[in-house]
């Protein structure tokens, strides 16, 4: 504890005062939203052990780990003997390894995995069953306790995608959305569903029988469809364009057609009309999340 002295002249009088002002430790330094030039960054040694080094080339976190990410909203996941955990910038465990798998923070929250679950009939072309997952804190609590999941997301706007297991009918399960209290914000309906940026998500919503494809479009963080299903692929909108893939000539696309008949990926603005890659969006459609 540091003291402050004041001199202060009261009415003609003399006054000392103090005033105690916390001394702050360097270790207690918010680096949440640090730069990511100004974090360290994960390094593989010549004996194969990940550390972190500066960015003069310094391990600041000696080599230690048999894998380590990036650093997120001042954390980053390592592993160690096939349990992951998470250490914060001075290399001090913040959450302790005990995960299976985990995730990179996103709004304050990260996607852990608890077990691994069984596979049934072979890694590649097999099922597993009883896998579980839930979103831990900062502190390592649980904010959304583990369930039985097929797939999952990080939180992107306050939502994410997230495919509950079911145990007995592996791959009839569909994606929905939840909140940050672990409750459907939006019902599982979709075969398959991206991330929300500026407002809108990428989602699979039925599989074109003629073609055997996933037809994808975009939806509301009300889970209204905004954008028509009619994309062989979509990605996240960027500056009020996301990119789309047309796999095959479809008459409703031909008044869009490259100059030099290619199709494949395109580029839509949140109207669904198609626009150059390359143009930049006006102000109104800049996000304002």
Request: proline share 6%.
């Amino acid at each position: 504890m540091r003291c402050l002295f004041v001199l202060l002249i009261v009415n003609g009088s003399l006054w000392l005062a103090v005033s105690a002002r916390a001394q702050v430790s360097p270790d207690s330094k918010d680096v949440s939203n640090a730069s990511p030039a100004d974090l360290p960054v994960p390094v593989k040694s010549s004996a194969g052990e990940w550390g972190y080094q500066d960015k003069s080339g310094t391990y600041v976190i000696p080599p230690q780990f048999d894998r380590a990410e990036q650093f997120s909203e001042g954390l980053a996941v390592v592993a160690l003997k096939r349990k992951v955990g998470y250490i914060d910038t001075t290399g001090r465990s913040a959450i302790p390894l005990k995960f299976v798998q985990a995730e990179p923070f996103s709004e304050g929250l990260a996607l852990v995995y608890t077990t691994w679950g069984m596979n049934i009939l072979g890694a590649e072309e097999g099922y597993t069953f009883f896998v579980r997952a839930g979103y831990v804190d900062r502190s390592g609590k649980f904010v959304i306790k583990p369930r039985y999941v097929e797939n999952a997301a990080s939180f992107s706007r306050g939502l994410a995608a997230f495919k509950a297991g079911t145990n007995y009918s592996y791959g009839k399960a569909k994606w929905g959305y939840l909140d940050k209290e672990g409750k459907w914000a939006i019902q599982p309906q979709f075969d398959t569903a991206g991330n929300f940026a500026e407002g809108l998500a990428p989602v699979a919503v039925f599989l074109d029988k003629k073609s055997n494809r996933e037809k994808w479009g975009y939806i509301d963080q009300a889970g209204k469809l905004q954008i028509p299903a009619q994309f062989d692929d979509a990605r996240d909108f960027k500056r009020g364009i996301a990119r789309v893939f047309l796999a095959e000539k479809d008459p409703k696309f031909e008044h869009m057609r490259h100059p030099h008949g290619q199709w494949g990926w395109r580029c839509i603005d949140k109207e669904g009309e198609f626009v150059a890659c390359a143009a930049k969006p006006a102000p109104h459609q800049e996000s304002s999340e």
